[in-house]
Nanobody, 114 residues
Framework: VQLQASGGGLVQAGGSLRLSCAASRSIFGLGDIRWYRQAPGKQRELVASITRGGTTTYDGSVKGRFTISRDNAENTVYLQMNSLKPEDTAIYYC?????????WGKGTQVTVSS
């Protein structure tokens, strides 16, 4: 399984971005799909996840601002990020698993200026 994250960029505080995670195969058969982020000098942290059935969970720092969704027909998971803050600056990665193997996509850089 290959995952390709895209949609990052530079945005001012308060702005929005939509990240995409495109899979090389049907996402219907995959496990939960997750977005992580890693800021400079910090550990990678889980931001949001979505199950096959569409159940979503969020880290408290993004709840109410970020929305994760999936489009099974497009084999893509999205992360809509609104009201961005400078502390959201990080490289964002998508992740999933299948048959006990974990897959990571290359990250996409999100930079929020104050």
């Amino acid at each position: 399984v290959q995952l390709q994250a895209s949609g990052g960029g530079l945005v001012q505080a308060g702005g929005s971005l939509r990240l995409s995670c495109a899979a090389s195969r049907s996402i219907f058969g995959l496990g939960d799909i997750r977005w992580y982020r890693q800021a400079p000098g910090k550990q990678r942290e889980l931001v949001a996840s979505i199950t096959r059935g569409g159940t979503t969970t969020y880290d408290g720092s993004v709840k109410g601002r970020f929305t994760i969704s999936r489009d099974n027909a497009e084999n893509t998971v999205y992360l809509q990020m609104n009201s961005l803050k400078p502390e959201d600056t990080a490289i964002y990665y998508c992740n999933t698993y299948m048959n006990y193997v974990t897959y990571w996509g290359k990250g996409t850089q999100v930079t929020v200026s104050s």
